[in-house]
């Protein structure tokens, strides 16, 4: 090989790539076959790796007078020095100094030279472009630059990049660090802001400490630098364009979020530690939005919604108690605040206009499932935000537990890796540290759209919640924390050193921060022991929802359906699926009925006609887990989408249907919270089978039924649960209907099971309408699935031209001849179906009339009152039911039942016996009990 020809190949390598190449140079040296085969095949045609002095000198003046080594010793040591810079990049975080407890060891090993035979004489021969392309003018050579190196990485902020694939973020995160760009220089009044912040947020917390002695705050202290963080991340975000900041968090240090973040007043909070009444303390509307529910929450859960002076949206979430469940809620507000659902077609998302921050608790983040689920939705289509910022306010202990009891992972934040999130660790008492990493985030969010990192690591200052010592439990790391000085005070001492501030100064910030919170203090009324709360929700809640238009106009519906069917000419629709669609195209004319999801498509036209924008997911849901639905077509030559939902005429609201992943909690808390910040879109998720939704159960129990109660948050979303005893076994049959008429009070939702495609319009559409006005409700509906073709439960399109949502269906056929009634049936849902089929066989059913519950609840006392009071010889009213007698409608409806029998009826039932488990495994024995139950139903 001509040496010039090589060096010319090898000069178009540089820095860390020629480093790379040299150390599969030296493996190939010693054993050609163990490299890549490519690269033995350039080793052959190219020779050894050489290199200009040119490229030697492009970082340091130094580097001209290099000489490009000839033997295999130096080489080696270039590839050591090589192997060491990489390594302090990737194992620098393990000797980093981001522990304010300093408690636990740092790991050197893999960042000494003496682990690569290496001397600082050696480093110093090595050019700086090897082992820093990035480095400062001030680093001069190959020593200098690992020193260089080792102090950045091992400095107040540790850095975790080497899971991150992509090169071009990669490239960026390194670049930015190594080049000093990520410390910003702050200026003076920069500087005192910080201290002036960390003066009020301990002050708070010393405040509330002294005047509230033993009440729960789950005080901030240790994490003080949470706020100025936040702080900063919400104004860069702002900066670039943000109009509203989402945030989520647990209790710890949430009091002091809400008062300096949210700007909640001090009196308000301290009216609340002292059960004083606080209504004339709630600032005027628009500068706060706090809404309280009627049976309400403790303070640390409570949310708050600002609007501040640059009309940027500042929400903090409600939450349960429940650690990281609002993670998924918060990403749904801010998916719903960054897109415009004015058009046709799908919503337009615009990531800049909305950011969701989490704070996460260090024990939490890895043990909590929730958090994985929120993380694994961060890069989907029908998900992403456009990046959130994680922050972990990381205490080092969970309650009384310490890490070692509670993850398997070194760091609290590993789950993160496996999405490639960048993760920076920070000490907590280093504010510029923690300024810079915030600066960071919102840079790296503004550049690549994804999710960032934040481990901010502090210690807890007293137990878990004030009332709680942790010397019991936790001597060790409170001998250390008794004796550490706070933030505040290691900012205040580093300033005055600094020369920008005397200590008379520090002293005079202390005071007016307490002058302040006195003041405030002072305001709030003395504490009401006997207090007059009305504990029912307000009138419009409690009176329910009114009559309501549903039917739509023959002409209108005629048309939309056209347009339902009308895909483009060379769109080529899968024949068999194009034959069964087109079979909708002369129902109006009489010819065919609708079925379960013609109906739904129906209806969903005739909604986004209305104005009313759709977002439907849910796993399959664009097929539709049946291969009822059928949304989105695709062609079977290209693969292409299209939506006829797209391409109505005239309207002006979007539609989307996702395909979610595989997840129920964080994708129902994900449309929840979408439709909180939403209110006017129709957001329906939809279980692939209905008992899955208890997977979600924090959702329902902590959100969807309590959240108004609680906070005031209402909300109008749909649940799709199939339902049916099919004799598919215990885990397909049923949606666990009763757990929902459990928790159904005070007019929270909606529960029904529906008989007929006609009523699933009716329903969906009289939801529609109800959005965004006062009496609205989420509604949890059992959704069918033999009945989604059934010739009984479709229906001619007049039912749905010509008629409405009726809570109460009466059985057609019965109950004419009213003095020969003896016994009403009762039932809900597909046994309804059952009992019309079993019905046709019957010559003489004159003394049975058959109701359908169509709506559980709220429960139609009212018309079934009316109907029952026609039968005059009523000797028995039987609720039918497939579920066993412990599950589906009955323990619910029997008292209502029981109250409205006239006297001397009995109230009898019939189903399965109490059972544990839901239903048979086997179909034939399920085939034998429907019968059962059905001949129940007809024997006199
Ligand atoms: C789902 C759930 N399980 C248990 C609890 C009880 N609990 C409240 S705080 C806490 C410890 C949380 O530790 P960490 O996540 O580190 O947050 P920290 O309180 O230390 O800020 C526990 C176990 C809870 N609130 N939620």
Redesign the pocket.
Known sequence: MNDQASRGFWESFSGPNLGYVMEVYEQYLNDPESVEPEMKELFEQWGAPTVSNEVLSTSGQADVSFQMPTNATIFSKIVSAVKLADNIRTYGHLAADINPLNNTSKDTRRIELKEYNLTEEDLRQIPVSFICPDAPSTVKNGLDAINYLKDVYTKKIAYEFHHVHNLEEKNWLQKTVESGKIYPQLSKEEKLNILKRLTEVEGFEKFAHRIFVGQKR?SIEG?DMMVPLMDKIISSSVEYGAKTVNIGM????RLNVLAHILEKPYELIFAEFQHAPNKDLIPSEGSIGITYGWTGDVKYHLGADRVNKESVRVVLANN??????AAPVVEGYTRAAQENRKTSGYPEQNPEEALAIIV??????P??GIVTETLNMSGLRGYNTGGSIHII???????T?ESFD?RSTKY?SDAAKGYEIPIIHVNADDPESCIAAAIFAAEYRRLFKKDFLIDLIGY?KFG?NETDEPMTTNPMMYQIVRKHPTVRTIYAEQLVNEGLLSKEDVQKLEENVNAKLQAAYDKVPGADENPDIVMNPPEYVASGYPAVKTSVDNEELKDLNAQLLNWPEDFNVFKKLGKILKRRENVFDGDGKIDWAHAESLAFASILKDGTPIRMTGQDSQRGTFAQRNLVLHDEKTGEEYIPLHHLKDTNASFVVYNSPLTETAVLGFEYGYNVLSPETLVLWEAQFGDFANMAQ?MFDQFISAGRAKWGQKSGLVMLLPHGYEGQGPEHSSARMERYLQMAAENNWTVANLSTAGQYFHILRRQAAMLGKDEIRPLVLMTPKSLLRHPLASVDSSELTNSEFKPVLEQAGLGQNADKVERIVLCSGKIAIDLETRLQEEENAEWLHILRIEELYPFPENQVKEILSRYKNLKEIVWVQEEPQNMGGWTFVDPYLRGLSPQGVDVKYAGRPRRSSPSEGDPVVHKKEQNRIINEAFTK
């Open positions: 789950f994490l647990a209790h710890r240090g349960p108690s429940h650690l990281e469940v996460h608790g260090d024990a939490a983040f043990g909590e306010s990381n205490n080092m202990i969970g309650f537990t509670s609290s807890r878990h924090t």
